[in-house]
């Protein structure tokens, strides 16, 4: 009997996914371009479970059973077609390649046309969680040809992360689906740490407090309605003090923060379909801002307001308005996220159950958090949602908390912080709920120089004012 699946690729990821594999007691073949990371995991953990390792690409592939079930958890981009061209002349019609890395969903929309053309199985399969979820369980996010997916669902619900006796793992669509989907939970990622960097930068220079004080707060937080991953590892590493200097973790850390382009091909495509993603926008910029150290050191001396903290009481009132501008906003980048996936759906042919990517996310993943069972059932109630703020609870919660949301957003600009993620979501709130936009004085710009046209609020058609002649109305 041979293995029953194979991991080629064992960096971070693909060791901790095989170790999964291998702990659920299924038969795994491991390999890896340097022989050296398979001999590690081997001498390490080959008493995990039951490991087949191989030297090369063609023991590997001898050592699977048929169809053979490959996952392949290598670096994005040309090394993943590198892999495949190795392993295409070593495989049967039937065999299944399962692309576990974060691939871009039009390469994985390529990739599996190509070698469905040559009757082999591919897919996409975004994962979620990072080194500790690929060893505990992971969210796993597949997209690919039903029949690809019904051999290797046994093994992958195994090995996911369970929540409520489900697991986080549901076959999400055809061809890219399921990479589009793990890239939009990486833009709502972006959003939700910047939002909680945002509440965090408030607390701090708006109420004063100091890193332990705001550990605490998120700590309470986590408590509440934000219970999440990304709340709870906030407080454990603002609660951090450095060994070297005895400071907050904090405030040793060069405030540059980095990306490996998730978040920009989230807003990217969201542009191409034209959904707007502001939230996310804003926290892929602020990291490209908080980058451009020459332009910040250039505008370090513009001046600003008077620094100034607030007394200890209204400190404590501003804190629980960070909370709900927290939730407020947060909400607001997961109607985002919904609603480009949604769009995608829409443009792809993928028929997408956004319940059931809200239910696969509640465990594994990053942006794990309580709030996506009631994302869950929003959409579960009504799966043509036109966005979550349709939904009451959501409308309650978001309302409830808009007076809270305000007063922060203006104690940020009045103050002097940068609060990108909090102000361009309650923008986007307000632009939604407006009976009249100033769209309609846009349409009236782009008639004006360009014969555009416009449609009227009170007749069908399509209008243009002759604004260099008499001014008189034309049916366009
Ligand atoms: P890396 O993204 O760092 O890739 C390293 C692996 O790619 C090694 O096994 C390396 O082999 C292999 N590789 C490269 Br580079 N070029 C190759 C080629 N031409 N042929 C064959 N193998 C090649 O690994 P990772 O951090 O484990 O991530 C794997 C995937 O999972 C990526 O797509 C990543 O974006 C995604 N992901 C990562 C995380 C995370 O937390 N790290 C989370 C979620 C998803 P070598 O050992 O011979 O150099």
């Known amino acids: 009997m041979g293995s029953e699946i194979g991991v080629t690729g064992l960096a971070v990821m693909g060791q901790n996914l095989a170790r999964n594999i291998a702990r659920h007691g299924f038969q795994v073949a491991v390999h890896n371009r340097s022989e050296s990371r398979t001999k590690q995991l081997i001498e ?12 090369t690409i063609e023991e590997f592939v001898a050592a699977l059973d048929r169809p053979r079930r490959v996952v392949i958890m290598v670096k994005a981009g040309g090394p993943v077609d590198a892999v495949i061209d190795e392993l295409v002349p070593l495989l049967d019609k039937g065999d299944i390649l399962i692309d576990g890395g974060n691939s871009h969903f039009e390469d994985t929309r390529r990739r599996e046309s190509a070698l469905a053309e040559r009757g082999l199985h591919f897919l996409g399969t975004g994962v979620s969680g990072g080194e500790e979820g690929a060893l505990l369980g992971p969210s796993i996010m597949p997209g690919g040809p039903d029949d690809a997916y019904e051999p290797v669902a046994p093994i992958l619900t195994t090995i996911a992360a369970q929540v409520d006796g489900t697991p986080c793992c549901a076959h ?61 590892i906030t407080a454990e590493i603002l609660a951090h003090k450095d060994a070297a200097t005895g400071k907050p973790f904090v405030d040793v850390v060069a405030d540059a923060a980095e990306q490996k382009g998730t978040g920009r091909w989230t807003v990217q495509t969201a542009l191409d379909l034209g959904v707007p993603v502001s939230g996310i926008a804003e926290a892929v910029f602020a990291r490209a801002v908080s980058g451009h150290g020459e332009l910040r050191r250039s505008a370090a001396g513009l001046p600003g307001p008077h620094p100034s903290v607030l007394d200890p009481r209204d400190a404590a009132r501003f804190a629980d308005q960070v909370e709900q501008a927290l939730y407020a906003s947060k909400v607001i980048s997961y109607t985002q996220g919904f609603h480009q996936i949604q769009a995608a759906g829409a443009e792809f042919g993928w028929d997408i159950d956004l319940g059931a990517v809200a239910a696969l996310w509640r465990g594994g993943c990053i942006i794990r958090a309580a709030f996506l069972d009631d994302i869950r059932a929003a959409y579960a109630a009504d799966p043509a949602l036109p966005g979550l703020l349709a939904d009451q609870r959501f409308a309650t919660g978001v309302g409830e908390a808009q007076h809270a949301w305000r007063t922060v957003v203006a104690s940020a600009a009045r103050h002097g912080i940068a609060a990108p993620g909090f102000s361009a979501s309650l923008a986007y709130y307000d632009a939604l709920r407006a009976e009249r936009l100033p769209a309609a004085l846009t349409q009236g710009q782009r008639d004006y120089f360009g014969a555009h046209t416009y449609r009227r609020t009170d007749r069908e058609g399509s209008f243009h004012t002759l604004w260099g002649g008499d001014r008189s109305e034309v049916e366009a």
């Open 44 to 55: 390490r953990y080959g008493d995990e479970g039951e490991f087949t390792p191989a030297t």
């Open 172 to 232: 999400i669509g055809p061809d890219g689906a399921g990479h589009y989907v793990k890239m939009a939970h990486n833009g709502i990622e972006y959003a939700d740490m910047q939002l909680i960097a945002e509440a965090y930068d408030l607390l701090r220079n708006v109420a004063g407090y100091e890193p332990a004080q705001i550990a605490e707060t998120f700590h309470s937080w986590n408590k509440g309605r934000l219970d999440s991953y990304l709340i709870e």
